[in-house]
């Protein structure tokens, strides 16, 4: 079965360090990644995907993601973070064609000024 | 270009109540989900449409919950007799039908089962 794996349910970081958000997930074939982004009292929001190409892929506000097939990972990375920052992220998987995704259960991000 | 748009926003219940949610997905966005999101757990499909038609309702407890999507826009979930486990947020999403495709959410529905 498929599943996605965050084992940081609480990240907390200064504002200007660097942040990895990290992201493992189970599936044998080659699925679609995601990273989505929920602010307090909205909806979750696309931050960036990956299906193929550069294993690097770059997203908004400054977010990148690494996809690590050898280690089925896709860590999410950002080089400075800003208090706006401060959101649940989520990893998520679409294995295959028919518009299903799972998500993972989400890392609380704390930014602290 | 309006977002998804759901309500109501908020429904606090007593066991054994009857409530719906309504979602109205983007326009153009054929494949319609529906979300539960327990707190502090990522989101977990509950049913899935493409027009009218259910795809996928597999994890959608039966004897319970029901959705429909009549004329392939918009939507209503139902929980008949709520119990407390069915506390969560209910998330709505929509997108064009493809692999890979960027789902875009509503704000949800919060339900508070006491």
């Known amino acids: 079965a498929q599943s996605v794996t965050q084992p940081d349910a609480r990240v907390t970081v200064s504002e200007g360090a660097s942040l990895q958000l990290r992201c493992k997930y189970s599936?044998?074939?080659?699925?679609?990644l995601f990273w989505y982004v929920q602010y307090p009292r909205q909806g979750l929001q696309l931050l960036l995907k990956?299906?193929?190409?550069?294993?690097v892929v770059q997203g908004v506000n400054g977010f990148e993601a690494e996809f690590i097939k050898s280690n089925s990972s896709f860590h999410l990375r950002k080089a400075s973070v800003h208090w706006s920052d401060s959101a649940v992220y989520f990893c998520?998987?679409?294995?295959?064609?028919?518009?299903?995704?799972?998500f993972g259960d989400g890392t609380q991000l704390v930014v602290k000024p | 270009e309006a977002g998804v748009t759901q309500s109501p926003r908020y429904a606090v219940l007593q066991e054994g109540q009857a409530v719906s949610f309504w979602c109205d997905p983007i326009?153009?966005?054929?494949?319609l989900y529906w979300y539960q999101q327990p707190r502090d757990q990522g989101p977990q499909l509950l049913v899935y449409?493409?027009?009218?038609?259910?795809?996928?309702n597999s994890q959608l407890p039966s004897d319970r919950f029901s959705a429909v999507r009549p004329k392939g826009t918009n939507s209503t979930l139902k929980i008949q007799s709520a119990k407390q486990g069915d506390t969560a947020t209910y998330l709505c999403?929509?997108?064009?039908?493809?692999?890979?495709?960027?789902?875009?959410f509503g704000e949800g529905s919060r339900l508070i089962v006491v």
């Open positions: 998520a998987v679409s294995p295959n064609s028919n518009n299903r995704i799972f």
């Open positions: 599936y044998s074939g080659t699925p679609y």
């Open positions: 990956y299906y193929s190409g550069d294993p």
């Open positions: 326009s153009g966005h054929d494949t």
């Open positions: 449409f493409r027009d009218e038609a259910v795809i996928d």
């Open positions: 999403a929509s997108n064009p039908t493809g692999f890979g495709n960027t789902l875009y």
